[in-house]
C-alpha cells in the first residue's frame, strides 16, 4: 500500500493509495459503409463496458490509483463514485467512458460528490480535468458502486 504525507495549509495530511482493479471491452466504432476510402471517414458509434471488480492496497495490471486520505486497510469495502460520459469528434461519439471520482468511506458521502456531480458544482481540484466536460462531451450517469477491499 502506497502513503504519502503532503502538506494541505500547512498541515501533515496523510494520503493512502487504493488500487481499482476492472475490465473493460468495447464495440462498434467501425468505418460508416460507403466512407472507406475517405481520408477522414465517419465511424459508427462506440460503445465502452466498464466492470469494476475489486479495491486491492497493491497495484497490478488494469488496476487505477485512487488517492484517499484515510488508511483502505482498515475498511472491508468502499464507495466508489465513477462517472460515465460521452465523448467524440466530428467523425464519430463513444458512449460509457468513464473517469474513477474517488472512493469514500461511507455511502452518505460518496451520494454528496454523485449529487455535486449531477448539479454541476463539483469542484475537482487543481490541474484535475472533468473529462465529461468539454466540446463533445456530456455526462451520461454518475455510478456508486460497493467494493470490497481485498489486502
Not at 13 to 19: L, P, S
Not at 69 to 77: G, V
Not at 108 to 130: D, F, L, N
Request: contains cysteine; negative net charge.
Amino acid at each position: 500500500m502506497s502513503k504519502t504525507v503532503r502538506k494541505t495549509k500547512g498541515k501533515p495530511v496523510e494520503k493512502f493509495q487504493v488500487y481499482l482493479f476492472y475490465e473493460e471491452s468495447e464495440s462498434g466504432g467501425e468505418v460508416c459503409e460507403g466512407d472507406e476510402d475517405r481520408a477522414f471517414p465517419d465511424h459508427e458509434d462506440l460503445y465502452r463496458e466498464f466492470t469494476a471488480k475489486s479495491l486491492q492496497l497493491e497495484p497490478g495490471n488494469w488496476s487505477e490509483a485512487i488517492e484517499v486520505n484515510f488508511d483502505p486497510a482498515k475498511h472491508s469495502h468502499l464507495y466508489v463514485v465513477i462517472v460515465r460520459y460521452q465523448s467524440g469528434d466530428t467523425f464519430g461519439v463513444s458512449h460509457g467512458n468513464w473517469q474513477v471520482i474517488g472512493a469514500c468511506q461511507k455511502l452518505k458521502e460518496a451520494k454528496k460528490v454523485a449529487r455535486s456531480i449531477e448539479t454541476g458544482s463539483y469542484r475537482r481540484g487543481r490541474g484535475k480535468r472533468k473529462e465529461w466536460e468539454g466540446y463533445f462531451e456530456s455526462l451520461e450517469t454518475v455510478d456508486i458502486e460497493r467494493i470490497d477491499v481485498w489486502s
